[in-house]
């Protein structure tokens, strides 16, 4: 059984496109679910969900109870999902649901300049900074084994990085390489700011690089202070001349409050990260679980569960 899984934040005009081109890609594969998970969606996203599960008893939703993010809604599918494989997709149709038999092959063997070129120069530094070998240019779009899955439940962190989480694992890789399409409808969800606030978790989710990174700074701003000091020293007592202004003092005192700002402020993601940690609060809140067909569609009553933690 193949279960696809799709987040969907006010994906309105894309939901039947994406129902349809799904469909027809995975019921040649023989037996599949479609998940759908309404991230807080503020347009007609679950209206559109509801009327597709009440035509299609392969289609199952969840509707969270708020927008908690990208990661957590993924995550929501994945715990949900009931088959033997999980593909990963958004729901923007960027990602082809025409690869989805090449990655079940693979499986069975055993955007705009700006952001291509920064996604492709967050890899290479992820992969500099940390120990896991976390594929270059590789998306959300995925097929997971039950296996898989299951090691990924098991793993309850709150700043979710699932690109890295599914190399950290350590289970057999195999990439697909495709072409991206731009947007069927609507607008990205990933902005600027929000592309930043990703990264930022990706980093300090799977690398204390940029802590020894500040270490090794304040030692070499140390020997440089340490060095102007001998210097000044000499000048005063074994020449002629004295140490010229107030310039050279005022350069290394700025320097020094300024590198100690980044150094609070780096060690300041770290603590953040371990007050979240800390909280333990699920991941995710389902406000409603419809499972597809007329009836279980039209009647269906609104749930609210926490999500599973080990």
Not at 113 to 126: E, H, N, Q, S, V
Not at 180 to 185: E, L
Request: proline fraction near 5%; glycine fraction near 8%.
């Amino acid at each position: 059984m193949i279960s696809v899984v799709a987040p969907v934040h006010n994906e309105a005009e894309t939901l039947p496109e994406l129902h349809r081109r799904v469909t027809a890609t995975v019921a040649e594969l023989g037996a599949y679910e479609i998940v759908l998970v309404d991230d807080g969606s503020t347009d007609d996203s679950w209206p559109a969900m509801l009327a597709l599960a009440a035509g299609d008893p392969h289609v199952r939703l969840l509707r969270l109870s708020r927008n908690f993010g990208h990661q957590a809604a993924l995550t929501a599918g994945l715990d949900a999902s009931r088959g033997d494989a999980v593909v990963l997709i958004d729901a923007d149709l960027q990602d082809p649901p025409e690869l989805i038999p090449a990655l079940v092959a693979k499986w069975r063997e055993g955007e705009t300049l700006f952001k291509r070129w920064t996604a492709a120069l967050f890899y290479r530094l992820l992969r500099r900074m940390t120990r896991v070998d976390i594929p270059s240019d590789a998306g959300d779009f995925r097929l997971l084994s039950r296996r898989a899955v299951e090691a990924l439940a098991r793993m309850p962190e709150r700043a979710r990085f699932l690109r890295g989480m599914t190399s950290w694992v350590g289970f057999r890789q195999a990439g697909v390489p495709y072409q991206r399409d731009a947007r069927y409808a609507g607008e990205t969800k990933y902005p600027t700011r929000r592309m930043v606030g990703f990264a930022v978790d990706a980093i300090t989710s799977f690398s204390t690089t940029p802590i020894r990174l500040v270490t090794g700074v304040g030692f070499v701003v140390v020997a440089f202070c340490v060095g102007v000091l001998a210097w000044a020293i000499y000048v005063k007592f074994f020449t002629d001349t004295a140490v010229a202004g107030w310039t050279s003092v005022l350069i290394v005192v700025l320097l020094l409050g300024g590198m100690q700002l980044v150094a609070f402020g780096v060690i300041g993601q770290y603590i953040a990260r371990i007050f979240e940690e800390s909280k333990q609060r699920p991941l995710y809140l389902v406000e409603e679980s419809v499972e597809g067909g007329a009836q279980s569609a039209e009647d269906a009553s609104p749930t609210t569960t926490a999500s599973p933690l080990p």
